[in-house]
């Protein structure tokens, strides 16, 4: 690998050209991860590499399985072609998310494909120790599948709640009733599997700055609205601020309205309490709907009866994010959940609002826009938080088969 520059670490010794090797493989994986496909040529370019290392690289890759290359499809260039680098989604991890009213459980592959997504309804919120056992329970059921078809790298679980990031300890989750529950553990032992959790709105944020609408950011803020309330992620600098204990970014729970009603979180005036699902789903008439149709009954109803509250949620959502733009200066604010369906109603609205509350400078530089994961961003933030293991050292899967 001599002539190459180096990612970390010098050259020289045995050890830090290991060091090396090692965090080229992961630059590679995750380029390649986070792109879906990409030319050897292309990571090349990306890398600073020189080319023999990349095909060493990507051949390495290829014998832990991780990646595969088909033929370039345009022959027409100029020069060698090309092949094509993909991720192997058969390298695989179980992403959890427990709501209010079900528990989702998918299978997310290596290049962030959603290979199958399985929502088991729930009468009333489910206990933490519900979730483990049904975790369990469909991962028992896909177990021949799994067994025959994937190399499951861990589960990860995206929490409507305060979770702790180091030991996966739920210390308060409302709407679920959950307080200092070790959910990643109790997962763990149901299953078998290495089990790490987060906050949701947090791996939604870092969802959609790796495949989604703030790719090629370094600076966002996601605000994700569900049945559970309005959580929130900052990214800065590239980075998921998670603050000391994985509790940053509760947006949800910043004021906004002096005189407004009390909040479960022990304040009052919250975002959460102003702006919310369940006074859209009653605008419509349509208590307990999925957000579809309540996007789409919003859309078709009338102007006049439906814009007064949709300006007045925009109003106080406007303000958080006033409050947001002023301290973090993102690039982007990406919306999500019923907040995009808000602000799909009236975009200019809510961005004039935004420009002309914050500061010039900030204020002018922001762009909003909707979240494009959809659905299935919490299974993707979730499958990243088990894939970040091995993405950041490959050659853990060339070591010790996983479980
Ligand atoms: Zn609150």
Known sequence: ???????????????????????????????????????????????????????????????????????????????????????????????????????????????????????????????????????????????????????????????????????GVVSYAPHLGWRDEPIAAMIAEATGFAVSAANDASLGAGAELLFGAGKGSHDLIYLNGGASGIGGGVISNGVLRTGRNGYAGELGHTLVNSAGVACHCGASGCLETEVSLARLQRLVGLAGADLEVVEAALHAGTPELVLPEIHRQLDFLAIALRNAVNVFNPERVILGGFLATVFSLAPDYLIDRVTSLSLHGPGEVVQISRAVLGTNILMIGAAELALSGVLADPLLLAVEPVA
């Not at 050259?11 to 090692?22: I, K, N, V, W, Y």
């Not at 792109?35 to 080319?51: P, Q, V």
Request: no cysteine; net charge neutral; hydrophobic share 40%.
């Open 1 to 167: 690998m001599s002539g190459d520059a180096p990612v970390v670490g010098r050259h020289g010794s045995a050890s830090s050209s290991e060091t090396t090797r090692r965090a080229n493989l992961s630059l590679v994986l995750s380029l390649v991860h986070h792109s879906g496909a990409l030319s050897r040529a292309e990571i090349t370019r990306m890398t600073g590499l020189n080319r023999s290392t990349i095909a060493t690289l990507v051949a390495h890759l290829g014998e832990l399985g991780l990646v595969y290359e088909t033929a370039a499809a345009t022959p027409a260039q100029i020069g060698r072609p090309s092949p094509t680098v993909r991720a192997t989604s058969s390298t695989a991890a179980i992403a959890v998310n427990p709501e209010i009213d079900a528990v989702t459980i998918g299978l997310v592959g290596l290049g962030g494909e959603v290979i199958r997504k399985i929502r088991f309804a729930t009468e009333q919120a489910p206990s933490a120790r519900e979730v483990a056992n049904i975790t369990a329970a469909i991962v028992e059921g896909m177990r021949t599948e799994l067994e025959q078809s994937y190399r499951i790298v861990g589960i990860g679980v995206a929490v409507p709640g305060l979770t702790r990031a180091d030991d």
